[in-house]
């Protein structure tokens, strides 16, 4: 009888062992991708377009692959500054949104897509990276020089603006003497064709800097103005246009290759969504943004037609000028003014 019992506990016991192997293989088998997304800025989709971008290209790509990918956010510049995040994403496995400062040093022609006044409205900046010859060939060249792919154009922010305590600008006339923050000798060269100076202001410091006078002016997205507080030491806020506001997705090239057919069309496709949520949201955020500056007192200037060409006429030269002083090749203006439509005389 006991030896009865005994096998029969025998034969329920390797039946489990059994059972579990199959299960644990299984669970092995249906593991997702796991696949890290560094960036900078807080995890804050109403306060941060990038974050926002992150958690729409996290839930679409998961959905879209029916849980094979997995993608793990660390925001904050969690897994490092510009430059180690973009040596990560070379080097190894995983995907990175860079912004100018990641990217500009292993590709400075990206600086083209930020010639000033280049576009009219979100519309053409839109069409630039989604079907001009520019854009293919920076992706073409960018994947040869770094291994590494750029999967999407991340709208941060609309666009930059000018802002200032002194006067209303409406045309480049009005910029006489003023002092602007600048970021890079870029900006200075910008400023400097308007008949202002550009002198260097870190973002931490741009709020006392333009409350003691330090500056007269500065320019960000109506976001940055908010977030930034500047609303409070800024009394006028032009809409010029200025630069494109982005960031960019850079996706690994050996990790890319290593999916799936099926995994890797879904992380495309849900960049692809990502992107079109971001720009929808902004959007939407920069009407309220302005109403939020409105309703804090800032005036706000829409140049017309005619002040916009004169914009364009003084600052797109001597932001040229700096492009040549970059050891930028003419040809990646050239194919960036024919993408905008722009006549590029030099």
């Known amino acids: 009888m006991h030896s009865i019992l005994r096998h029969n506990l025998a034969r329920r016991f390797t039946a489990g062992l059994l059972f579990t192997a199959i299960s644990l293989a299984g669970a092995v088998a249906q593991a997702a991708t796991e696949i890290n997304l560094s960036y900078n800025g807080a995890a804050d989709s109403e306060k941060n377009p990038v974050h926002l971008f992150a958690t729409n290209l996290k839930r679409l790509a998961e959905e879209k692959s029916a849980g094979d990918l997995s993608i793990k956010l ?23 949104i860079a912004s100018f400062a990641g990217i500009a040093p292993l590709f400075p022609e990206i600086y083209v897509s930020a010639i000033p006044f280049m576009f009219k409205d979100a519309s053409a900046a839109h069409k630039f990276f989604d079907q001009g010859q520019y854009w ?14 750029l999967l999407a154009v991340v709208e941060e922010g609309g666009f930059i603006n000018f802002t200032n305590n002194k006067k209303p600008i409406k045309s480049p006339d009005d910029f006489a003497g003023l002092r602007f923050r600048a970021m890079d000798p870029s900006q200075v060269a910008l400023y400097e ?10 973002w931490t410091e741009l709020y ?24 409070q030491v800024q009394k006028y806020l032009t809409l010029a246009n200025i630069q494109y506001s982005d960031q960019f997705l850079v996706a690994n090239g050996d990790m890319l290759d290593s999916l799936s057919e099926k995994d890797r069309a879904a992380l495309l496709e849900a960049s692809k969504e ?8 902004i959007a939407k955020q920069e009407d309220t943004d302005l109403a939020f500056l409105k309703a804090q007192g800032m005036e706000v200037i829409q140049p017309d037609d005619k002040d916009l060409a004169a914009f364009q006429s003084k600052g797109q030269p001597a932001y ?10 003419a040809k990646w203006i050239d194919m960036a003014l024919e993408d905008t439509g722009l006549n590029h005389a030099q």
């Open 74 to 96: 660390y925001p904050n510049s969690m897994l490092g500054e510009e430059e180690q995040r973009m040596e990560q994403v070379i080097s190894g496995p995983g995907l990175n």
């Open 274 to 281: 990502a992107t079109r949520l971001n720009r929808e949201a």
């Open 193 to 202: 064709s308007f008949g202002a100076s550009g002198t260097p202001i870190p």
């Open 320 to 329: 040229l000028s700096w492009l040549k002083e970059q050891n930028i090749d």
């Open 136 to 149: 293919n060939a920076s992706k073409a060249e960018f994947k040869e020089r770094t291994g590494t792919q």
């Open 208 to 231: 006392m800097g333009l409350r003691t006078g330090v500056a007269d002016g500065q320019m960000n997205p109506a976001s940055y103005i908010i977030m930034g507080s500047l609303y």
